[in-house]
């Protein structure tokens, strides 16, 4: 493996790191400024964006890495499903708790106003939950992704290939 190739994987490792860290930075302010709708669609846009990125930049490690090329697609999958698992409920999730909550941040635009309904505070809840879960493996993934098993012939990759015959 090349040294440019290597030195991709960590920059790419690292853009991931950036782009998880950017969306937690605008979770918070989201929170911070729920009074001001405008802002929180945009915020909740941004997020989505870089959820978007994420997933994209993951797939397309996926696609350089050696079982990838060599058609064992099951491998990785297999190997990274937890992470994949996780996006789809934090985007389930994600979706659920921002389609109810931006109705009712509409109707309370104001300071003073409560619009924390019991219905709301247990999708949130589970929203924070799939968060913590979307984070950790997605980090995860990402650090996972930098070693040099997943894009060279090694005896990892020939014990796989033993045990799935």
């Not at 090349?2 to 790191?17: D, E, K, N, P």
């Not at 090694?154 to 033993?162: F, H, M, V």
């Amino acid at each position: 493996m090349s040294s440019f190739s290597v030195r991709s994987f960590y920059l790419t490792a690292g853009l991931q790191i950036c782009l998880l860290t950017a969306d937690l930075f605008i979770t918070l302010f989201a929170e911070i400024r729920r009074h001001t709708f405008v802002t929180v669609v945009i915020a909740y846009l941004i997020q989505l964006l870089l959820f978007i990125a994420n997933l994209v930049l993951l797939f397309l490690r996926f696609a350089g890495s050696y079982p990838f090329r060599a058609g064992m697609l099951r491998l990785m999958l297999n190997e990274f499903s937890a992470t994949l698992w996780s996006c789809a409920f934090y985007a389930v999730c994600f979706f659920a708790c921002r389609g109810i909550g931006l109705p009712l941040m509409a109707a309370c635009n104001d300071t003073r106003c409560d619009f924390w309904t019991a219905g709301y505070v247990a999708v949130y809840t589970l929203f924070r939950f799939a968060e913590i879960l979307y984070y950790f493996n997605m980090l995860r993934a990402a650090v996972q992704l930098c070693n040099p098993k997943y894009y060279q012939d090694s005896p990892w990759l020939r014990a796989q290939l033993r045990h799935a015959s």
